[in-house]
């Protein structure tokens, strides 16, 4: 285990194997085959890719999805381990090249598709070579019971038996049931495996319910909070994916979508531009992800219930892999379950055991989706995992993340609305009526009591009571074309006992901030992500990134301990990261002490700005020289934001100057209006709501004038 250790270190930079990791590896190199069952972002690869590196000959890894294939051979190639892949994507050259370089034992690690262990050639060249491992990725791919059956698995057994000596093989998923399990094991024809389960909990993942909320409403105001950081938003239909993206993208965000029913090309290049944070959001129908192993998602929105909890979980482990804090929201309505029906009566040619089985699974799904407990323990209990806590404070149920607000009032007054209007109406015209609007259409319902009812709510917000309404199963709607709106059976539970309805909204905060020297740093692996052409989370991952920003390493020794820095990786970025974090001590003149260069103690190092006094003074005096800011930044030679804060805190402590001078004519009242709206405990927010040619240090002066 040490060599294994020592390879963890010198490739990937990691100082520990993580829980299970350590007895799967030992396993293996005891030659003994293993099935290994760890969450998405636990860190499977690690677990035969280290083995691969100790093992005389090559290791074949099996993996469902060619952009994986890629991601994870450019990951290996950028640590400086020979890798490499056979797929259908390559062009008929480059594949013989491969296979030439394969046969010259150019490669430690093949990644190959299982529909490729089908054929002759392949599997002759394959048994012309020395092949100590064959690990299996995804491999509950194998079972009819599992979520992404695939055919082509069950043939991975007639490829193992044809060696004459029987490679290790190992299995790596991150979902399996008892059935699945015992699947895996048949149908792979492990050997008596050592089967390493190790916890499912994701410590680093919010996991959030919102019922009864206007869905669109909550992810526009959602991304909007989050627009700097990547997120996913699973949609249950390509109509619904193709909607919510036109909207998204109207309102100029920046989003790509991916649904089985565009063109490949097209679907390669909106998840390529989501790899390369080119796009920050991806929606999609669940055919995306399995592909995609970017390790800085930071949210995952379902927009609808997923069809059960092995593909939720599946799916929300797609947020956070590297580590840092994400969130995992599900906007539930109840017309996801009448979806998922719909599915499982229509789509499906299952038979009436399997139709069974997946209403047992989509009830557990719903369970979940109304439970008051704790979601964490919920979830984790449903795979077989006891947790001794009731609350994780880590989901909706045990912290404060929503606020309720009771709109039973509201809904009465719309429930005998559309009951007055005899039923025959849409959300639109409803809502006219509602609101007393004198448009034509309202003509004949002049005379209704509930006329303008409810004059005094914004026309939104009354759409928005309707689609709770909708979602919580008090109305239906009837209709493709020019739905109408209907009571149901519950209606009258509003109407006449004593039912309440709720709306939920979010307490907004954004998932991560990224400021100062994380942004500038994620900037320059933007750059080596383009020249190296990977996507960014394979220079860094934002967790190495986050660690760099907050312990200043600045010499080789200190580089090399933040981790996720090999060697490879050193050499090639390492001083370009060192210059960058230097410039930033300089510029901001921060002293850093108690750094001791080759050793972790410097964790809890003070950073200490120095003769800050002095140093804003200067800058406000060098100012009243020179009365141009561009000058005094020049002259400074710090960065401009850095020289308006000065002028700012000089101004504050009562420095001779006309704050004035920086607040051009006509300028001050929109940014107070701005202030008004967003406050001013972040800049950024208001100078999203100014015209472009109001600047950062007239908000600041703005600020500090008004003293908000
Ligand atoms: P999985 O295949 O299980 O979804 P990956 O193998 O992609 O997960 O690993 C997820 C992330 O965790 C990757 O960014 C990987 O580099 C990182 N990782 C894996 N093992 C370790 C470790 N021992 N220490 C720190 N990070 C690790």
Redesign the pocket.
Known sequence: MEVARKL?KQY?G?????KG?KDIIESILNKKDVMGI??????????FQIPALIFEGVTIVISPLISLMKD?VD?LNIVGIPATFINSSLSTTEYRNRMMAIQNNKYKIIYVAPERLESEAFIASMKRINISQIAI?EAHCVSHWGHDFRKSYIKIKDFIDIFSIRPIITA?T?TATEEVKKDITVQLGLKSPNITITGFDRENLKLIIVRNASKQKFIVSYIEENKHVSGIIYCATRKETDKLHTLLSKLGYSVGKYHAGMSESSREKSQEDFLYDNKSIMIATNAFGMGI?K?NIRYVIHNNMPKNLEAYYQEI?RAG???EKSECVLLFGSQDIILQKYFIEELGDSSEAVKQNKYEQLQRMIDYSYTTSCLRKHVLNYFGEERADEKCDNCSNCSDYLEKKDMTIEAQKILSCVYRMNQRFGTNIVTKVLKGSHAQQTDSFRELSTFGIMKECAVNDIKEYINVLIADGYLKMEGDKYPIIKLTENSAKILKENDKVYIQTIKHKEVSENEGLFEILRQLRKEISVEENVPP?VVF?D?TLKEMSSRYPISKAQILNI??VGEVKYEKYGERFIDEIKAYIHNNNLDIDNMKSDTKTYTSHKIKETNKEASYITTANLYLNLRDMDAVVKERNLKPMTIQDHIISAYMEGFQLDINEFIPKGQESFVLEAIKKVGTEKLRPIKDLLPEDVSYLTIKAVIAKHKL
């Open positions: 963890l990937f990691y100082d520990e194997f993580r990791q760890m969450p998405t972002g636990g860190g499977k690869s690690i677990c994870q990951s990725d790596f991150a192993d390790s482990g892999r590297d580590g989370f991952s967790a981790s996720g």
